[in-house]
């Protein structure tokens, strides 16, 4: 890539623009409690998946069914609406690695094809209200695991579709579809074959206090991704992921008024809007974040294909150490074409700290389609590099940064 000065690239303003206070989750949120639970399950040792979706159906709503002492295994699970599950710490819920028991019906779970959507997930919520998940023991998806019937495991299988440019038919962790007032509590995640933990078109999600942990080298295994939701969430949570951390995308409905709050990544692409912004993703507050490791730090991505408006974004208090691209500003994402065309605007990037080099990436779609950003306060060690073209940017980077360390809610330790 070829390295340029900022200030040959950039339009540079003194304006600020003014913070929107609608830029965030609109709800009230505070720290969740877990819920009493109905029934309390030992594992067997052996499959039990009927013993758990039995509890699942008949517990009362308001409650939760417990997985309260040893190692649990499962194939797919439904948790109906108004029903929560709580693994206790020390127990292990762990997915099962027989593909057929995720087939959708086409016999393709676990293979590879032009699609990828091949696989139920192994927990699923749908059109539910007031369910979630809570504890402070584990959700295993076993993504290393030899595949029943095969000789590789799902992560294999996600290596292999990319060597052919096709996809991989591996099950989600968790899948929460067009539900409402969904919580994600305490719970550690881990070793998903696909995605972790996924939220499409739900209204008011709260993640809070969760670990998720996948190799750096498992492909696709990303931490959070709100899908076309609103009133999100994200808080306190601790995220190493082979993917994104955090992708917040507009696949097929808008995501807005979502809050990313006081969270440590590491490992991973780093905090991410897109690539799929087509119904537009706006009303974003990004604040407290740590970023260590990662690929990139601050990234949006999308393209002609995917694109659509990324507006009234604000990141604040963030600190970055060791990203390849600190800040990420894409428009030409893995250069797909198509006729959606991607729009940032109104994006403010305030009080952050990058403390180590790399190179930010800034790249307009062309010159009837800048990118608009602003930064206040955003500070840089003196050998960082830029590409930046196509970019109308308030402020300036201030290269004063010598050493440190990222510290709680995006502060620096010297």
């Not at 309390?40 to 417990?66: E, H, N, R």
């Not at 990004?286 to 507006?311: A, E, F, M, P, Q």
Request: hydrophobic residues 35%.
């Amino acid at each position: 890539m070829q390295q340029q000065s900022l200030s040959f690239l950039a339009v540079i303003t003194v304006f600020a623009s003014a913070h929107v206070a609608t830029a965030r989750d609109l709800r009230n949120v505070t720290e969740p409690k877990n819920p009493q639970s109905c029934i309390s399950l030992k594992a067997s040792g052996k499959d039990d998946t009927k013993i758990i979706q039995k509890a699942f159906d008949s517990c009362t709503k308001g409650k939760a069914v417990a997985l309260s002492s040893g190692i649990f295994y499962s194939g797919p699970l439904t948790i109906p609406s108004g029903v929560s599950l709580l693994v206790e710490e020390g127990v292990t819920l762990r997915a099962l690695t027989d593909p057929t028991l995720y087939d959708l019906g086409a016999k393709t779970c676990g293979t590879i094809d032009e699609y990828g959507l091949g696989c139920k997930a192994f927990i699923t919520m749908h059109k539910a209200k007031g369910s979630g998940i809570y504890g402070k023991g584990t959700i295993d998806g076993r993504g290393g695991s030899i595949m029943t019937g095969h000789n590789i495991t799902w992560w294999h299988l996600a290596r292999d579709a990319v060597v052919v440019r096709k996809n991989q038919n591996n099950p989600r962790l968790i899948q929460i579809n067009n539900s409402v007032d969904i919580t994600i509590y305490q719970i550690t995640l881990t070793n998903s074959p696909f995605y972790h933990l996924v939220a499409t078109e739900t209204v008011g999600f709260t993640v809070w206090g969760i670990k998720i942990i996948a190799p750096a080298s498992a492909l696709n295994t990303d931490g959070i991704d709100p899908v076309g939701s609103q009133n999100v969430t994200i808080a306190h949570c601790n995220i190493s992921t082979g993917d994104d951390d955090v992708a917040i995308k507009a696949l097929t409905a808008p995501a807005k008024h979502i809050s990313v709050l006081n969270n440590h990544f590491h490992r991973g692409v780093g905090m991410s809007i897109g690539s799929e912004c087509t119904y537009g993703v706006s009303d974003v507050f990004i604040s407290g974040l740590t970023i260590n490791d990662t690929h990139n730090g601050i990234y949006i991505k999308s393209n002609t294909l995917r694109g659509g408006h990324v507006t009234n974004i604000t990141y604040e208090n963030v600190c970055i150490t060791n990203a390849t691209s600190p800040i990420h500003l894409e428009t030409n994402y893995y250069h797909y074409n198509g006729t959606n065309t991607p729009v940032y605007r109104n994006i403010t990037i305030s009080n952050v700290k990058i403390l180590t080099n790399g190179t930010s990436i800034i790249h307009g779609l062309d010159k009837s389609h800048l990118i608009e950003i602003t930064l206040k306060n955003v500070h840089i060690p003196k050998d960082s590099k830029f590409s930046i073209r196509n970019a109308k940017i308030t402020g300036n980077f201030i290269r004063d940064v010598n050493g440190g360390q990222c510290g709680y809610a995006g502060n620096i330790n010297m």
